[in-house]
């Protein structure tokens, strides 16, 4: 069997692999940022806004502190959204996971294309291969994977590279500076593909100039002239960004200096989790060090400074060149993220950039160091421990995957491998409080609160929750403490608005919605809630700019156009929808008017619009069950208890129906 179709049989059992591998992951759950960057934000549900997310990138979050400028990002997925026809997490993962097996077969080609460089009588198609193969299979990168937000990560690094084996393979590209398109496009999805540029000139002094990193005078300066074209656009972009997130965009961290020099040692746990990954973590409670005195921080300088030397000391020699640039790209990849204080000091999700560079680092050493070892072994023997070191990496991206599922499995984890992090307690409480164990999720709040007591969001599901437990006024203590924390959260003053109205207190709701919208014009809940309480109130004026607003945010949106008609005719929903069933052609319009009707409390005409609706469809459980509220409402026991019997006959099993059937029964015996 020829080499060449050798390859082609392994990538195909890759591809294989790898299915099986994420064959878990297709339905995981929506998390994190997920929530104010997809699952809210209204932008993305509409194709026709792809224009819009390149030009506003308040498109991009419902948080204003989170608009940063990632349009390519938005973009995909309203695609997503698009092709599933809503929140459908399938699509979402699948076009991740397809952007990441291109992303592979690009990193086979610019792995082989450096290693023929410097070594061109070595098997440099089966290494690359193998190195591509377990960067694939490696459990730290199904922390980005399965989180969907991270397809800026996926984006930008599939760029990066798509860059980079243009410049490797088109002379014609390189001499008009077309491998600069694909960085372009890629810091569109996040700024991490800024790094190009110093990484192209570590490549271009190793491969193309083939020298040392040390060797500065034998360094062709007028050569390297072919990379600066990307440090200009570098540049012009970073301040193009600069310019579009100034104001908006806060990457939520403290002390730089403090920050900073906690890097290095958050480097350390990469390393470690690249060749033992059994700490990942999708919200750890590290936090920064206080000063360089620190002996962790100590650790990560000495690491830092070791793999700083590494770098130029093996660049010396031409077959250890592959080792030394990879080890830059680690480095560089990183950059941003060291540089700029987050709020979160490390994330595992991150390494899936520097680990594109490490991985060719660590195969190319490993195969180096053990070289002539490996002349000896026979190729049947040496294929079967290299597969089965995969296939344990495989299993490890495979029950990664199952911490991903859902907020429970995903929460669990994190409060397991880091007690200490409020957030994650704060969101492990939220399990427990869907589940109604009501007193676990105080608790966890509770112990949440020990470690981030000033943080908005916390406060404000404590207010959630002790207003769940009837204890209105230790709730709206909450409720102040949580804007006084975090005023320019809109969402404080959505959930606040929703404990105001069920106080009855509309008017102060109603202020309560308007900072919120003023804060996240698209925030489409509040609007939702805001609009029946103006009319309520007979506030038309404000009405129609409220629905007008909400039709431009969301086209054909039919609250915010039944809404708008009401304001401008000053007629009811309830005699809306009754001018407008002369045209009902369908079971469900009629179902929608029997509601409107019995919300009405008008239960006569509840029944004959359902009657209309069962004329449409007889097996229509739904409207029997109308009929049977609205005869119960009347106090019509009797034909309430027929209605439903039709109800549960039809769709058995009916809650609803059933509980209704049982009001009548023991109201009739009364």
Same mark, same amino acid.
């Given at each position: ?11 195909? !059992? ?29 932008? =993305? ?154 990484? @192209?000139?570590?490549?271009?002094? !190793? ?7 040390? $060797? ?15 440090? =200009? ?18 990457? /939520? ?39 360089? /005195? ?62 594109? /560079? ?6 190319? +050493?490993?195969? @180096? ?52 992090? /409020? ?47 009837? $204890? ?10 949580? =804007? ?7 969402? &404080? ?25 003023? !804060? ?46 009401? +304001? ?30 019995? &919300? ?20 229509? +459980? ?24 039709? +109800? ?11 509980? &209704? ?10």
């Amino acid at each position: 069997m020829s080499d060449k179709l050798k390859l082609i049989l392994f990538s195909i !059992l890759l591809v294989g692999v790898l299915l099986l591998t994420y064959s878990n992951h297709w339905h995981n759950e929506f998390h994190f940022d997920d929530s104010h960057t997809v699952q809210n934000n209204v932008y =993305i549900q509409h194709i026709s806004n792809i224009p819009l997310f390149f030009k506003d990138n308040k498109t991009f979050s419902t948080l204003p502190s989170h608009c940063s400028y990632r349009p390519l990002v938005s973009t995909s997925l309203a695609i997503d959204y698009y092709l599933g026809n809503g929140l459908n997490p399938v699509y979402f993962h699948l076009s991740t996971f397809i952007l990441f097996l291109l992303q592979g077969l690009l990193m086979y080609f610019m792995f082989l294309k450096i290693l023929n460089t410097v070594s061109a009588k070595t098997p440099n198609s089966f290494i690359s291969f193998f190195a591509v193969a377990f960067y694939m299979v490696h459990p730290a990168l199904a922390e980005t994977i399965n989180y969907v937000i991270s397809r800026s990560d996926t984006l930008s690094t599939f760029f990066v590279v798509l860059g980079f084996v243009v410049y490797q393979y088109s002379a014609f590209a390189r001499k008009y500076f077309l491998y600069l398109i694909p960085i372009i496009i890629g810091s569109m999805a996040k700024p991490t593909a800024f790094m190009f540029a110093p990484m @192209l000139l570590v490549y271009d002094i !190793l491969f193309n100039q083939k020298i040392s990193l040390l $060797d500065f005078a034998k360094i062709d300066w007028k050569k390297l002239l072919l990379v600066v074209p990307s440090f =200009i656009i570098v540049v012009a972009l970073y301040l193009f960004f600069k310019h579009k997130e100034e104001g908006l965009f806060d990457p /939520g961290g403290y002390s730089l200096f403090r920050y900073v020099i906690t890097q290095p040692f958050v480097y350390v746990h990469y390393i470690s989790q690249f060749f033992l990954p059994t700490k990942l973590s999708a919200d750890t409670d590290w936090s920064t060090f206080e000063s360089l /005195g620190d002996p962790k921080a100590i650790i990560g300088f000495v690491f830092l400074g070791s793999m700083t030397f590494g770098i130029f000391y093996l660049s010396k020699f031409q077959r250890w060149r592959p080792v030394a640039f990879g080890f830059a790209w680690f480095l560089l990849a990183l950059v941003p993220t060291t540089l700029v204080p987050l709020a979160e000091v490390m994330n595992d999700h991150r390494v899936f950039y520097p680990f594109v /560079g490490f991985t060719l680092s660590v195969v190319w +050493a490993a195969y @180096l160091l053990l070289e002539k070892l490996l002349q000896k072994v026979p190729s049947a023997a040496l294929t079967a421990v290299l597969g089965v070191t995969l296939c344990v990496y495989a299993y490890g991206v495979h029950e990664r995957n199952k911490v991903w599922k859902n907020e429970d499995s995903l929460w669990t984890d994190v409060t397991t491998k880091s007690p200490k992090n /409020g957030r994650g307690l704060m969101n492990y409480g939220l399990v427990f409080m869907g589940r109604n164990s009501l007193d676990t999720a105080n608790y966890y709040f509770t112990k949440a609160l020990e470690y981030c007591p000033n943080y908005s969001l916390l406060h404000v599901n404590m207010a959630i929750l002790k207003n769940t437990l009837g $204890d209105t006024l230790a709730a709206e203590k909450f409720f102040e403490k949580g =804007i006084s924390y975090g005023g320019d959260d809109a969402g &404080n003053y959505y959930f606040y608005a929703r404990f105001l109205k069920s106080r009855g207190r509309t008017s102060d709701a109603i202020a309560n919605l308007y900072s919120c919208i003023r !804060l996240v014009d698209a925030r489409m809940d509040a609007r939702y809630m805001l609009m029946p309480m103006l009319y309520e109130q007979k506030r038309m004026e404000e009405l129609k700019i409220i629905a007008a607003r909400t039709l431009q945010l969301a086209p054909n949106d039919a609250t915010a156009t039944m809404y708008l008609n009401m +304001a401008n005719t000053g007629k009811s929903q309830l005699q809306l929808a009754e001018e407008a069933s002369a045209n009902y052609k369908t079971a469900d319009e009629f179902l929608n008017l029997s509601l409107l009707y019995y &919300n009405a409390s008008d239960f006569q005409g509840c029944i004959n619009a359902a009657q209309k609706a069962l004329a449409i469809k007889p097996d229509y +459980a739904e409207a029997w069950n109308n009929i049977c509220s609205s005869y119960n409402a009347m106090n019509n026991f009797e034909e309430g208890i027929k209605a439903c019997e039709q +109800a549960l006959k039809i769709k058995p099993g009916y809650s609803l129906a059933q509980g &209704n059937l049982n009001f009548a029964k023991r109201s009739l015996k009364k």
